[in-house]
């Protein structure tokens, strides 16, 4: 999936993982994680990711489950800055969205208008 947002608390270091049925979370301990994985939970958002590990329920995380990883692999990072902020917390002029229309689709709101359409049709 894709890394939508990353939260560092010193030892203890969450991803949220996005893809086409949605988000989950991610969760290192530093004492618990190998330091290959707790470095690679710093990754950049938009990081395209494959983790293997344990699911856990977790009351506190979305969804009430978490993925406590073993083995991170990043399939495709990001090297430079996005034009378009796929989380939607920073507004873009509709140019700027049009001419980066892949990215602006990733966002929950833009995808769903798509979702309600192919459902009706």
Do not use: C
């Not at 966002?107 to 208008?113: G, K, L």
């Amino acid at each position: 999936g894709w890394v939508h947002e990353t939260r560092d608390h010193g030892k203890i270091r969450f991803l949220i993982l996005r893809d086409d049925k949605g988000f989950i979370q991610v969760t290192a301990k530093k004492e618990e994680s190998s330091n290959d994985v707790f470095e690679k939970m710093k990754i950049p958002k938009e990081t395209v990711v494959k983790i293997n590990g344990i699911v856990k329920i977790e009351e506190q995380a979305p969804k009430g489950i978490e993925i406590i990883p073993k083995r991170i692999e990043i399939l495709n990072d990001v090297s430079i800055l996005l034009p378009v902020d796929p989380t939607g917390r920073l507004v873009s002029d509709l140019d700027i969205r049009l001419d980066n229309r892949y990215i602006d689709l990733r966002r929950r709101n833009v995808r769903a208008i798509f979702n309600i359409q192919s459902e009706i049709i």
